[in-house]
């Protein structure tokens, strides 16, 4: 992104690491030092999908931080697009999995709730996948509302339309291997955009994963770049200033095409 023409337009930030203590907000003691203790002691696997390597631990501190980060600038008054890899909405409290360690997106609302002015959080998670860690997460605080389409049947298995948070805080759009463009924008007019706005977010956080796009070689799904765009504007008309933050996408070509056409939105 950094070759585009409209790069010089972009505050580019380096971000900070999270803390472990800042993780003990969300995920237990025992997970942070497992994936700690797994990865100082040279690597090894933490789910069949979930390889660490002796310097994952440090990464996945800096990949989390830099979603914080991502709050700050939007109490500066400015969107943010985090760029940090590895992506965070399959991590449970307990358990990392599916190129998981730790739950950034979750962090960083729980984050956010804890800064002056900032009374209800949503999560709008597009990544193909369900972003199983995320709901496991914050579905018992009534602060955090969190949606997703996803592609059904696939991984994780979770994200049935039945599994409604403990407060009606969780909406779960299962869509079939095929769907593109025409019935995701029916969808999220319908039923997305409706569920973010009678919630009444002082922040709204997107889990912008790119593997929903139609050359991506994991899902069946067919969306095109134009598709995330479409959704990130019409989410920039509830909230002025959004935060977005990279999940999957697996088509470096796609992602790359995706990436840069969200982020002329927040310019
Ligand atoms: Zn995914």
Request: net charge negative; with cysteine; hydrophobic share 40%.
């Amino acid at each position: 992104m950094k070759s585009c023409e409209f790069s010089k337009n972009i505050n580019w930030k380096r971000p900070r690491f999270a803390t472990s203590l800042e993780l003990e907000w969300i995920h237990s003691k025992e997970h942070i030092e497992n994936v700690k203790s797994v990865s100082e002691s040279g690597g090894g696997y933490l789910d069949p999908d979930t390889p660490v390597c002796p310097e994952s631990y440090d990464i996945a501190l800096k990949s989390a931080g830099a979603w914080l980060d991502g709050v700050d600038e939007i109490l500066a008054g400015n969107s943010a697009l985090v760029l940090s890899r590895p992506p965070g909405h399959h991590a449970e409290a307990d358990r990392a999995m599916g190129f998981c360690l730790f739950s950034n997106a979750a962090l960083a609302a729980t984050y956010a709730l804890k800064q002056q002015g900032i009374k209800k959080v949503v999560i709008f998670d597009w990544d193909v996948h369900h972003g199983n860690g995320t709901q496991h997460i914050v579905q018992s605080n009534p602060d955090i509302a969190y949606c997703s389409i996803h592609q059904f049947p696939f991984y994780p298995g979770t994200g049935s339309q039945f599994e409604k948070g403990d407060h009606g805080n969780v909406l779960n759009i299962p869509v079939p291997s095929g769907y593109g463009s025409t019935e995701y924008r029916q969808i999220f007019d319908k039923q997305v955009l409706p569920f973010i706005q009678n919630f009444h977010p002082d922040l709204l956080i997107i889990s912008a994963g790119f593997d929903a796009h139609r050359n991506d070689p994991l899902a069946g799904i067919n969306l095109e770049a134009k598709d995330f765009a479409y959704m990130t504007k019409h989410c920039l008309e509830i909230q002025p200033n959004l935060l977005l933050g990279l999940e999957g996408g697996y088509d470096l070509g796609a992602l790359e095409e995706c990436v840069v056409g969200v982020a002329v939105c927040l310019l």
